[in-house]
């Protein structure tokens, strides 16, 4: 049977943030990436999923083969920010795509760990970032690479 290689990476990159407090510098940035791992597919001829949870854990398709570092949520932090407030954090995925002219990946259904972010008294919060990674399942053969997407993260009080 072959086997299909792909490093499934998932790198954000925050586009947007839409902050209301202009008295102190407001700053949002990443701690750690969300990653799927280095995954292979043993073929490409049906959707394959990985879909993680909040709690840190994940499910994945049986037809999905981890070679290392598993999937992980992302963890970000927000800094200068009103306190005391819970924050609305946007995350669109609509423009992720995943491989080389034709998307092989996509994201689906983002999510954050806690589901309502508060900023502290300081005006800092820190919360994960996670998400499914599907297939398209389309029998398309795919190439050994990493696979990287940005996408937008606003967020505001």
Same mark, same amino acid.
């Given at each position: ?11 954000? $990159?925050?586009? $947007? ?13 990443? &701690?750690?990436?969300?990653? =799927?791992?280095? !995954? %292979? ?7 394959? /999923? !990985? /879909? ?5 854990? +994940? ?5 999905? +083969?981890?070679?290392? &570092?598993? #999937?992980?949520?992302?963890? +970000? ?5 009103? #306190? *005391?407030?819970?924050?609305? !954090?946007?995350? &669109?995925?609509?423009?992720? *795509? @995943? ?5 092989? =990946?996509?994201?689906?259904? #983002? ?10 008294? @300081? ?14 399942? %389309?029998? !398309?053969?795919?190439? &050994?690479?990493? +696979? ?10």
């Amino acid at each position: 049977m072959l086997k299909q290689h792909c490093n499934a990476r998932i790198a954000f $990159c925050i586009l $947007c943030i839409l902050l209301t407090s202009p008295a102190a510098a407001q700053t949002l940035t990443q &701690d750690r990436a969300l990653t =799927f791992g280095n !995954i %292979s597919l043993t073929t490409n001829n049906a959707m394959r /999923e !990985i /879909e993680l949870h909040p709690d840190g854990s +994940y499910t994945a398709d049986p037809g999905i +083969y981890f070679y290392s &570092d598993t #999937p992980e949520l992302g963890r +970000y932090i927000i800094q200068g920010q009103v #306190p *005391l407030t819970v924050m609305n !954090i946007n995350i &669109d995925v609509s423009s992720t *795509l @995943l491989g080389l002219g034709n998307p092989i =990946f996509t994201l689906h259904n #983002p999510f954050t760990v806690p589901a309502v972010v508060t900023t502290d008294g @300081l005006g800092n919060a820190t919360f994960e970032i996670g998400a499914t990674l599907r297939s398209n399942g %389309s029998g !398309i053969n795919y190439s &050994d690479a990493n +696979y990287n997407s940005v996408f937008t993260v606003s967020v505001s009080p």
